[in-house]
């Protein structure tokens, strides 16, 4: 493995302390941009792997498809920039190994290795999603790592944590990184995620610093050592330093909280001051520069929470076996969430962006099982969202598709002497989706958007509203952050960053909230109206 001294080499501030200290517990929080997943969740299991040979870990996500598409890629970019080679260092899952290699299994096997990584010094990292119930059952591990720990539910993960952190004390027990937690996210805006925040207050600033102090002074008898091989004071010196550090590291919390804008290093200046002009001030200081927000008074959707109206569907039986090498493995296979009734489908229109949102009916439960856009700046059009959506759900193009749209999808264009609806329809049915079409008139009013989804996020309705959330992350986004305008005594969505197409990132404006909304109140009207209670 590469050394410490490699390991720091072009690093932030917060990530030189951060790998520097070495603490047994590291929080860090920090805003998009900032390599959280490569340079500390890999870099540490990576240490832990090489430190405990025939140990085990436990990589943690909030959903199996977060773990197999999202976490598991940067993990082996990253393992593979330091010389581990999957089918070579390690093995994920069931892949095979090679014929007369013995490679040594962990002290404590796996049972079943289809969520199991195996590396060739016999140490193991258990594959841990908490949508699928007993997945860390009978576990025992030296190590975990949690990825988008905002997400996390809280109860779920200390059940986890304490039932399954116990492994191999006798043998790694004196190791600082023996027992650790490494949690990385990106800044909670809601009360779900808060509980991170607090690990602040777990933390002795004081030891930090003694440890860093410690570590920097070994850094430099290390660089001397090597001038001086065969100085035996020097060899000393650095035993004590190790012995001390270790032993300080071990009963180590270290809480990283990033808002000092190191992400310019990886998202650029230009973009990041853009972001100050443009961004709401709340959207802004969390996203991009990572210090605590709140949701304000003055929320479009005030009453939507991703805790209580998200939730995660995997299909399991297909991610299991998904071999992340080739690629292509992000359609509507990996959803644990379609049946077998109609997909329900809005859009949102326009030259900066094209939204598409989508919803089906379990029940009395409407659920947004996806959506997804494509940007004008990147030279994208509405007929790439069409062929996106055709990529995405091409294995269940035969079942009913109703299309919601209202009268600003019916003007003709000119040039094409067709509509956006058209379009839509036409480009989709070419495909083999048998297109039903539901147009609802005039769009709904903002004051009555507000008031009849302000009802179906609060719960009371006789129609439950949900939505996935590993597959709808920037449409819930919008919807914590959409704010509401009041002009002559109605209140309106603020829709004032659409028209800042140059300067405002169109991806962060409401457009898609607008698609939400048709599909949404589209979608349930039509469903209400043929029913008797």
């Known amino acids: 493995m590469a050394s410490q001294k490699t390991l720091l080499l072009y690093s932030p501030d917060w990530q030189f302390n951060a790998k520097l200290v070495q603490a047994n517990e590291l929080y860090v929080v920090a805003p998009r941009g900032t390599g959280k997943t490569e340079e500390i969740l890999a870099q540490r299991a990576l240490q832990c792997v090489c430190a405990m ?52 299994l962990p002290y404590i096997p796996p049972i079943e290795t289809t969520d199991f990584i195996q590396f060739a010094n016999g140490h193991g990292i258990h594959l841990i999603s908490q ?64 509980w991170i925040l607090d690990m602040e207050k777990e933390m002795n600033p004081e030891l930090i610093d003694s440890i860093y102090q410690l570590a920097v002074n070994l850094e430099i008898r290390y660089s001397e050592l090597e001038a001086k091989p065969k100085n035996k004071s020097l060899q000393a010196e650095i035993h004590n330093l190790e012995k001390m550090l270790a032993s300080l590291r071990k009963e180590a919390v270290h809480y990283v909280e990033v808002s000092d804008g190191s992400n310019l290093l990886f998202l650029g200046k230009k973009f990041v001051y853009k972001q100050m002009r443009v961004m709401q001030r709340n959207q802004f200081i969390s996203s991009i520069l990572g210090i605590r927000g709140v ?115 019916t003007k003709t ?75 002559g005594g109605k209140t309106q969505k603020d829709k004032s960053k659409e028209k800042k197409i140059k300067d405002f990132p169109q991806e962060d404006a409401p457009h898609g909230t607008d698609a939400y909304d048709l599909l949404v109140l589209g979608a349930i009207n039509k469903k209400t109206s043929t029913m008797t209670w």
């Open 53 to 104: 040979p025939r140990g085990k870990g436990a990589m943690v996500a909030v959903s199996y498809k977060k773990l197999k598409t999202q976490l598991l890629p940067p993990l082996l970019k990253t393992w593979h920039k330091f010389g581990f080679q999957k089918g070579k260092q390690f093995w994920v899952g069931n892949e095979p190994r090679p014929k007369n290699y013995k490679i040594d």
């Open 131 to 194: 949508d699928r119930a007993g997945m860390a059952n009978g576990l025992s591990v030296d190590w975990m790592g949690i990825d988008e720990g905002r997400l996390i539910n809280k109860e779920r993960y200390d059940e986890d944590a304490s039932a399954i952190l116990r492994g191999n004390d006798a043998l790694f027990g004196h190791l600082p990184l023996h027992g650790s937690i490494t949690l990385t996210t990106d800044m909670p805006f809601t009360d779900e995620g808060q």
């Open 295 to 409: 949701r304000g008074f003055d929320d479009f959707y005030p009453d939507f929470n991703a805790g209580l109206q998200g939730y995660y569907s995997s299909n399991h039986e297909y991610l299991q076996d998904l071999d992340l090498s080739h690629g292509n493995y992000n359609d509507c296979r990996t959803d644990g969430d379609l049946n077998d009734s109609p997909v329900y489908f809005a859009m949102d229109h326009n030259t900066a962006i094209n939204w598409a949102v989508f919803g089906q009916f379990h029940g009395n439960e409407f659920r947004v099982i996806k959506s997804m856009y494509v940007l004008g700046r990147e030279n994208k059009k509405l007929s790439d969202l069409i062929s996106d959506i055709i990529d995405y759900y091409w294995p269940v193009k035969s079942r009913s598709w109703v299309y919601i749209y209202d009268a600003t999808s």
């Open 413 to 487: 264009d000119s040039r094409s002497n067709s509509t956006e609806a058209s379009e839509v329809m036409d480009g989709l049915r070419r495909a083999g989706f048998p297109i039903v079409p539901h147009e609802v008139g005039q769009p709904f009013l903002h004051e009555y958007k507000f008031t009849e989804l302000r009802k179906l996020h609060s719960g009371n309705q006789k129609i439950k509203l949900s939505i996935n959330r590993d597959n709808n992350e920037q449409l819930i986004k919008l919807l914590e952050t959409t704010k509401a305008v009041v002009t």
